[in-house]
């Protein structure tokens, strides 16, 4: 059984504007990135991670992971959108994790997803699902609008779900999804959806959120100072 996990971090974080790439923003003396690599291995179900990198900082970023095993963290530059990094990581997989049973996509930002989170999204790849997403509930009341912004409707949450990642594929599903795929997708599964195959759901978590904004980061900073759970030993 081999399973590979792609990470695209080569965002500018414009939105979180710490003035660095997100991936190497640290949290308690510790990057984005660092964390979301440590929490793929420490689910005990990944043996290769490949990330993607801003393509002007690949060596920064090698810099940043060479705490881990280098025969397990690979890094390659990534594109100008997440798809395209996607891809180039994916184009990788073949020389670093030849005849992989599981491919992951988790971004760098959700870095302080549960390992047991990451565990349930491969066992359920390995259960047979040809792609699995971790999702949640809609907390909040849903309304559908005008471009006025005139309430037109009151949207059945009950069937909604948000998505997390990391997402889960067999390698030739995902593959065939970006084989199809021309544009930009927010989401890897969306693509597989696109192709026509099935998609399941795993329970999502709320520590795996994305951080985008100041505000997140400073959700995250107070999460992990009242729940230090899988700090560095
Ligand atoms: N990402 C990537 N390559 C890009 C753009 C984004 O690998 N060209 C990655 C980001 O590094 C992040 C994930 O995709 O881990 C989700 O993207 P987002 O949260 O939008 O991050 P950024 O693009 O860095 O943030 P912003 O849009 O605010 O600049
Ligand atoms: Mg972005």
Redesign the pocket.
């Known amino acids: 059984m081999k399973v590979v996990a792609l ?10 504007g710490a003035g660095m ?3 190497l923003v640290p949290v308690a003396g510790e990057s984005l990135l660092v964390r979301a690599v440590r929490g793929l291995l420490d689910s005990g179900r990944v043996h290769h991670v490949v990330v ?1 990198a801003p393509a002007d900082q690949v060596e920064v970023v090698r810099r940043e992971l060479a705490g881990f095993d280098p025969g397990s963290v690979h890094v390659v530059p ?5 798809t ?3 891809r180039l990581a994916l184009a990788d997989v073949d020389r670093v994790a030849p005849g992989a049973d599981v491919v992951l996509v988790h ?4 870095a302080f997803t549960p390992p047991e989170m990451i565990a349930d999204v491969v066992d359920a790849v390995l259960g047979g699902a040809p792609a699995v997403i971790p999702v949640l509930p809609v907390a909040d009341t849903i309304k559908q609008v005008d471009p006025g912004g005139a309430v037109t409707a009151t949207v059945d949450r009950s069937l909604l779900r948000t998505v997390q990642t990391p997402q889960g594929f067999r390698p030739d599903v995902l593959r065939a999804a970006y084989d199809a795929a021309g544009d930009a997708a927010t989401d890897d599964a969306g693509l597989v959806e696109r192709a026509g195959g099935e998609v399941r759901t795993v329970p999502g978590h709320p520590r795996a959120l ?3 904004t100041a505000f997140d980061l400073a959700v995250a900073e107070s999460v992990l100072a009242a729940e230090p759970i899988g700090e560095p030993r």
């Open positions: 990470v695209p971090a080569a965002g500018r974080g414009v939105r979180l790439p997100k991936a993607a990534g594109g100008a959108d997440r395209q990094s996607v971004d760098a930002a959700r994305k951080i985008t």
